[in-house]
């Protein structure tokens, strides 16, 4: 198994920033597998937010966070970041960071991971 703890989510006024962080433990993998990020919003359901491969060489953004949210991870730590800025109140939600143990696959699809954290909660006031 794969424990996954997200933090640093919080209260941020519009325009602010946040940066989100997931450290990894427990199950040791021969490779460093895709870690993406993911949110989900009262009402609404779980939406791809970014993703990001072994060696950061592939990348992905949902369209409504790109030029806004950066993602990085830090292999020696296994952790991933997600650096947010410029934060809209249309991004408050839940923010979940997940795993795929697929090598080399790097895809938007939530049930494609199978580790995911608790979440943290980010909200954005107007």
């Known amino acids: 198994q794969v424990q996954l703890v997200e933090s640093g989510g919080g209260l941020v006024q519009a325009g602010g920033s946040l940066r989100l962080s997931c450290a990894a433990s427990?199950?040791?993998?021969?490779?460093?597998?895709?870690m993406g990020w993911f949110r989900q919003a009262p009402g609404k359901e779980r939406e791809f937010v970014a993703a990001?491969?072994?060696?950061?060489?592939?990348?992905y953004y949902a369209d409504n966070v790109k030029g806004r949210f950066t993602i990085s991870r830090d292999n020696a730590k296994n952790t991933v970041y997600l650096q947010m800025n410029s934060l809209k109140p249309e991004d408050t939600a839940s923010y979940y960071c997940a795993v795929d143990s697929i090598p080399a696959r790097v895809t938007t699809n939530p049930g494609l991971y199978n580790y995911w954290g608790q979440g943290t909660q980010v909200t954005v006031s107007s």
């Open positions: 990001i491969n072994w060696n950061g060489a592939t990348i």
């Open positions: 427990g199950r040791t993998f021969t490779f460093s597998p895709t």
